[in-house]
């Protein structure tokens, strides 16, 4: 079987120990821009990187169109294994699967390669730009105001009522936003809940506003990728990213204003 382990968690982690043969796949520098963007204020802790350096990481890491991928990370899925299954899934490729624990990677999933092998290198997907809803924050400014859309914030609720802020600079959440924290859509043992249950959470959320009407964010644009991803699963689709999230927001509304176009 044609299958690549993606491993997101921390370059520490990876180094300490990982399943055998599982690549890293590095939020920093692979998963996003962040160690070129030098300023957070302009798309955020974590932007995308061009499609075109995606597609061609894609080939290094030697997955084709028929290759089953299948990624972790030590965060229940949240930091950055939806991540790499939105990015991969917003260029058209379409077989990965999330693990929300990495030590699921079971016997019977292991690929018959020793750690050493040598990953073929594949020819990028063909694809014009991200083929998954984003939105700028110019954009989240107006929808925030419209009461046809919802822009979820899917940080942990003590964030969001701003009584801690642990990386940025500012503490709260988006005027006009919801929350519903990316935990949510696991269970007690951490795995995420049914399709059902997940349904049932996300209509009562939304209400009668379609999930195409759905914008998601947290803190830079990774987590979101959970709740993305739990909606999939839900067979709720066409809900936007923000990307930059409130890493991007706070740092141009410091003081209540709105961001300026």
């Given at each position: 079987?044609?299958?690549?382990?993606?491993?997101?968690?921390?370059?520490?982690?990876?180094?300490?120990?990982?399943?055998?043969?599982?690549?890293?796949?590095?939020?920093?520098?692979?998963?996003?821009?962040?160690?070129?963007?030098?300023?957070?204020?302009?798309?955020?802790?974590?932007?995308?990187?061009?499609?075109?350096?995606?597609?061609?990481?894609?080939?290094?890491?030697?997955?084709?169109?028929?290759t089953r991928v299948i990624v972790y990370d030590d965060a229940n899925g949240a930091n950055a294994a939806a991540r790499v299954w939105w990015m991969l899934l917003a260029v058209g490729h379409e077989n990965v699967e999330v693990l929300t624990h990495w030590k699921d990677v079971s016997v019977e999933r292991r690929p018959l390669r020793p750690s050493s092998f040598r990953w073929p290198q594949r020819p990028p997907l063909h694809r014009d730009g991200w083929q998954l809803p984003t939105v700028s924050m110019q954009q989240v400014d107006r929808l925030r105001l419209d009461p046809t859309w919802r822009i979820l914030d899917v940080r942990a609720a003590e964030r969001f009522r701003g009584e801690t802020e642990p990386i940025d600079p500012v503490a709260g959440h988006i005027p006009g936003a919801i929350n519903l924290p990316y935990a949510e859509n696991l269970n007690a043992d951490g795995q995420f809940k049914s399709p059902q249950e997940l349904r049932r959470m996300y209509e009562a959320l939304l209400g009668d506003v379609p999930p195409e009407r759905l914008v998601v964010h947290c803190g830079s644009g990774v987590t979101a990728c959970h709740t993305l991803l739990a909606l999939d699963m839900a067979c709720l689709h066409g809900a936007s990213l923000y990307v930059g999230s409130w890493g991007e927001w706070c740092r141009n509304d410091r003081h209540g204003h709105h961001p300026h176009s």
């Open positions: 079987m044609d299958v690549v382990i993606l491993d997101a968690r921390s370059a520490g982690a990876y180094a300490a120990g990982h399943f055998p043969g599982a690549i890293h796949a590095d939020l920093e520098t692979q998963l996003s821009s962040a160690s070129t963007n030098a300023d957070p204020a302009r798309g955020g802790r974590h932007p995308l990187p061009p499609v075109e350096q995606w597609l061609r990481q894609i080939a290094e890491w030697g997955i084709g169109p028929s």
